[in-house]
């Protein structure tokens, strides 16, 4: 069975989202990855090193460029008349993408897949993540988007994949790029962070939520995220957001600092190793996944905590 997994890269460097999509397509067979865009050989030459993967399709096209879906999932299509299933991370271009390539195949999406159980049986959350389907597939062609948090990430080196330059399929002309506003961040990015402090709506506001929440992220060397209530709020940008429809998170600590812990918020993360909650609501229902709770004033313990680290 024949694996094509795509490339999520941004700036000329490979994107750790991808490392998970290798590591879940390589339960299904043979891993080839596509990686498309303007100016792309440094980042196939650095997908060829990951460990398993057996060969790189390439097409080097402005029109791959911002990875637009519509002149994206033309050219997915047209490999898969030589693969069996279509992997992408679930990233908001691995869900913008994927559903196209799926709509055009005629078959059905594979959402979001926590575990792979053999090659046409997987796992996917449902209901907020509060239950697990086990998901039975009859298609010919397979399109899958991978939980990045649920698979471990393939080994960055280790890898000899041959490198292999496929035709473009050019631009479809139904959408251009017209901009982009990107945050610059000067902590880790939320997804591939080890330590998160998240902050919500008790914060009161944006400078509040910054002068609280950033000193201890900084004695943490964390990064930074927040509720849905914060973010919405105005407290912090959206790339902060944490939670179903925010970012999905499974850092090695996660310190969540006045989040009442709403379902939502809770699919996003609990599947850290080790949650640490501060509420002065001892009923907050984010004391029921976190393994270290501190009830009390946050404007007062934070500073305290920060102080003594």
């Known amino acids: 069975m024949k694996t094509l997994v795509w ?15 290798v590591t879940a397509a390589s339960k299904l067979g043979e891993v080839h990855l596509l990686v498309a865009g303007a100016g792309v050989a440094g980042v196939a030459a650095e997908a060829a090193k990951i460990a398993g993967v057996g060969k790189v399709h390439v097409a080097d096209d402005a029109a791959y460029d911002h990875a637009l879906a519509e002149n994206v999932a033309p050219l997915i299509v047209e490999l898969m008349g030589h693969h069996d299933a279509f992997v992408a991370p679930a990233t908001s271009n691995g ?10 195949l005629d078959v059905m999406q594979l959402s979001d897949i926590l575990s792979v159980e053999s090659a046409d049986t997987f796992t996917r959350p449902t209901y907020a993540g509060n239950a697990i389907a086990t998901v039975k597939t009859s298609d010919a062609k397979l399109v899958i988007t991978v939980r990045g948090t649920a698979f471990e990430k393939a080994a960055k080196d280790g890898g000899s994949g041959s490198i292999e330059a496929v035709s473009s399929t050019g631009d479809k002309g139904l959408s251009s790029f017209a901009g982009a506003e990107i945050a610059k ?10 330590v998160i402090v998240s902050g919500g709506r008790a914060l009161k506001d944006g400078p509040t939520f910054e002068a609280t929440i950033f000193p201890l992220a900084d004695k ?5 995220g927040a509720s849905r209530a914060a973010v919405d709020a105005g407290y912090v940008p959206n790339d902060y957001q944490v939670g179903q429809t925010g970012k999905i998170v499974a850092p090695e600590v996660y310190v969540a600092v006045g989040i009442s812990g709403a379902i939502q918020h809770l699919a996003g993360m609990k599947d850290s190793k080790t949650i640490i909650a501060i509420n002065k609501d001892e009923d907050a229902p984010i004391f029921q996944v976190a393994d270290i709770g501190l009830v009390g004033d946050l404007f007062k313990i934070v500073p305290e905590l920060t102080e003594k680290l």
């Open 7 to 21: 490339v999520e890269h941004e700036g000329g460097a490979l994107k750790d989202a991808t490392l998970a999509a």
């Open 95 to 104: 869900k913008n993408i994927a559903p196209r390539v799926a709509a055009l």
């Open 185 to 194: 961040l000067e902590r880790p990015e939320l997804t591939s962070a080890k």
């Open 220 to 224: 943490l060397g964390a990064a930074v």
